[in-house]
């Protein structure tokens, strides 16, 4: 099956800095979805992206699908951007999102 | 709006018991899953649903079953509780026109002693 990889694992930032998350997918998709687990655990949905730009504030997410991977930038960090990124993506206009193993971040005041 | 709906929050059992999590929606999806979530795993899908009376399995749908009588509702079964069980488990929910974001429950934190 296809396979997600983020990177990088971890990351400590200061609040204000800037951020890169990375998610490479080892396979065409139709459908590429970011996530944020914050510490309670709860799974907000942040960007429905299989190609293109979008923006949402201070976080923005790239895609380019013909060099299958994303990016999620957020920009500013606060502490409350604290928490597990995740990508997932789905093949063939299937709504079965396969995850990658997430990247914590973790921005200090 | 509640969205997803997932009851238990919490839950302990012993080897070998039984017991059912809740998971219900109000925003009409069509489609529903339940994934499992381990440290360092990511998520992963246990059983998925595209309407009221169709199922399929996921990756790891070993040792759980699930039903959907209703658009509304989708729990999921464990029938003999194994330790290797003890996990945080979601249900998630989408509409099925192909460019809807998965919307997330707040999980149920199970136990398997």
């Known amino acids: 099956g296809i396979q997600v990889e983020q990177s990088p694992p971890d990351l400590i930032l200061q609040e204000g800095a800037n951020s890169t998350l990375r998610c490479n997918f080892s396979d065409s998709v139709n459908n590429l979805q970011w996530f944020h687990q914050n510490p309670w655990g709860q799974l907000i949905n942040l960007f429905y992206?299989?190609?293109g730009t979008k923006q949402n504030g201070r976080l923005s997410a790239t895609t380019v699908a013909t060099e299958r991977y994303s990016l999620l930038y957020i920009s500013s960090s606060q502490t409350t951007d604290s928490g597990v990124y995740f990508c997932a993506v789905s093949q063939g206009g299937s709504e079965k999102l396969v995850f990658g193993k997430g990247m914590k971040l973790t921005v200090n005041p | 709006n509640a969205g997803v709906t997932q009851t238990p929050k919490f839950q302990v059992l012993k080897t070998g018991q039984s017991m059912t999590l809740q998971c219900a929606q109000d925003?009409?999806?069509?489609?529903m899953s339940w994934y499992r979530q381990d440290p360092g795993m990511g998520l992963r899908l246990i059983h998925y649903s595209v309407g009221a009376g169709i199922t399929d399995q996921g990756e790891v749908p070993n040792g759980y079953n699930v039903s959907r009588s209703t658009t509304e509702d989708f729990p999921l079964r464990l029938l003999s509780a194994a330790p290797s069980q003890t996990s945080v488990y979601f249900c998630?929910?989408?509409?099925?026109?192909?460019?809807?974001?998965?919307?997330f429950g707040n999980g149920t934190r199970l136990t398997v002693t």
């Open positions: 925003m009409n999806h069509e489609y």
């Open positions: 998630a929910s989408t509409l099925l026109r192909g460019n809807s974001p998965l919307h």
């Open positions: 992206i299989p190609s």
